[in-house]
């Protein structure tokens, strides 16, 4: 399984950006999560086989993950950006549904991208 993301790039503060990730084989639970300066890996939204989604306080109600099955790519909307959304952003999947891991947990994903970098300005 290989992953590949696009679309990172600046923005300003209350700006929106659009992040993308190709994915290539057969996937079942896949999520978005980012990492900032001298931090931890956080996990920001992750979606379930069967459409669930489920999103980091942080970020509720302003972004939105979703995938395209026919083009099996994996999308993060992100609008109303803050400065502390700053960080690289990656995409992450595994080949068991996210009901049987910790989505949360970074540990838990068995494949990721190579990471897109976001800087939000205030």
């Known amino acids: 399984v290989e992953l590949v993301e696009s679309g990172g790039g600046s923005a300003q503060a209350g700006g929106s950006l659009k992040l993308s990730c190709t994915i290539s084989g057969r996937t079942f639970c896949v999520a978005w999560f980012r990492q900032a300066p001298g931090q931890e890996r956080e996990g920001v939204a992750h979606?379930?086989?069967?459409?669930?989604?489920v999103y980091a306080e942080s970020v509720k109600g302003r972004f939105t993950i979703s995938k395209d099955n026919v083009k099996n790519t994996l999308y993060l909307q992100m609008n109303s950006l803050k400065p502390d959304d700053t960080g690289m952003y990656y995409c992450?999947?595994?080949?068991?549904?996210?009901?049987?891991?910790?989505?949360?947990?970074?540990?838990?994903?068995?494949?990721w991208g190579q990471g897109t970098q976001v800087t939000v300005s205030s």
């Open positions: 992450a999947a595994d080949g068991i549904y996210c009901s049987l891991l910790n989505p949360s947990k970074h540990a838990d994903f068995g494949y």
């Open positions: 979606l379930d086989y069967d459409g669930t989604t």
